[in-house]
């Protein structure tokens, strides 16, 4: 049971939750009661955790070293060798084997999305992470794969390309503010821990943070009245407080706070940030399914 547990753990299911964004296609195109639509993005949202998690695998196996210097980091499974590489290997070549086939069975695109999406996280962990910026990008163009698994999987009327942009610029958002908290965090080990942090100073976090942010809220705010299909009254305009306000609240935790270096943590676990997502959810849906 100690090494079911441990495995667990390494397989990170915690943030399984960034693979959520496979069902914003499905909710805001009108979709989500509909059972023919509903069950394959389920079974995309199943394939794609278990290729973040054989990606989580192989990205612990390369970064082992750099996060025993890392304060939480290094309790992870691997860092602490509480699973051999060997191990380790093995099940994440297996998930693959086994899900990406799947994938390929629901619908040929998104086998390929999924491929696409698991090889340039391989990418990522050899090479592509240690260039400055792009570092951040490739994190932020796998949230785009996960969204464009969602469209595959729903035969969208309503989407808009908007949210392409909107889901993007979070991404990066979330990006800078994760390199901004592992350098503070480390200070002079920053390097050894992530050998692109030598490349970030606080400064240019700062900016490209702000950059983001200020991107996100016009983004989102012209998406709710000039997407097509929007509702005519212009109701989803409601929704632009929520997301001015839970941007702010991220952006006041990873400043004052100190916080923000497992935004998914960050999200199950501030109160506030957690109700300010929920509050736009269940706003958002209000509007889509009952204006």
């Known amino acids: 049971m100690r090494k079911i547990s441990t495995l667990l753990r390494a397989l990170r299911p915690r943030q399984w939750i960034k693979n959520l964004v496979i069902f914003v296609p499905l909710v805001f195109d009108v979709k989500l009661l509909q059972v023919q639509y509903l069950v394959p993005t389920l079974l995309a949202f199943g394939v794609f955790c278990a290729l973040a998690s054989s990606v989580y695998l192989i990205n612990d196996l390369v970064d082992a070293d750099g996060d025993r210097l890392h304060p939480t980091k290094k309790n992870r499974p691997i860092a602490a060798r509480l699973i051999t590489p060997r191990s380790a290997v093995g099940i994440?070549?297996?998930l693959p084997l086994?899900?990406?086939p799947a994938a390929y069975a629901i619908k040929p695109l998104l086998g390929l999305l999924a491929a696409a999406y698991?090889?340039?996280n391989l990418l990522y962990s050899y090479r592509l992470k240690h260039i400055?910026?792009?570092?951040?990008?490739?994190v932020a163009a796998g949230f785009l794969l996960r969204l464009g698994a969602g469209v595959t999987v729903v035969n969208v009327e309503r989407f808009s390309p908007w949210m392409f942009i909107c889901v993007g610029l979070g991404a990066l958002l979330v990006g800078f503010g994760k390199r901004r908290h592992e350098l503070t965090l480390m200070e002079a080990r920053a390097s050894k821990h992530r050998s692109v942090l030598q490349e970030y100073t606080l400064p240019f976090l700062d900016l490209a943070i702000n950059m983001a942010a200020a991107a996100i809220l016009i983004a989102y705010s012209l998406y709710t009245f000039s997407a097509p299909n929007m509702?005519?009254?212009?109701m989803m305009m409601l929704?632009?407080?929520p997301v001015w306000y839970g941007t702010l609240r991220y952006l006041y935790l990873l400043h004052v706070s100190g916080k923000g270096g497992a935004p998914e943590d960050l999200l199950l676990e501030d109160r506030q940030l957690l109700a300010t997502v929920s509050v736009w959810v269940l706003g958002a849906v209000l509007v889509l399914y009952l204006a």
Request: hydrophobic fraction near 70%; proline fraction near 4%.
């Open 92 to 94: 994440a070549l297996l």
């Open 98 to 100: 086994l899900t990406l």
């Open 118 to 120: 698991w090889a340039q």
């Open 132 to 138: 400055v910026i792009l570092d951040v990008m490739i």
């Open 231 to 234: 509702p005519a009254n212009h």
């Open 239 to 241: 929704t632009i407080a």
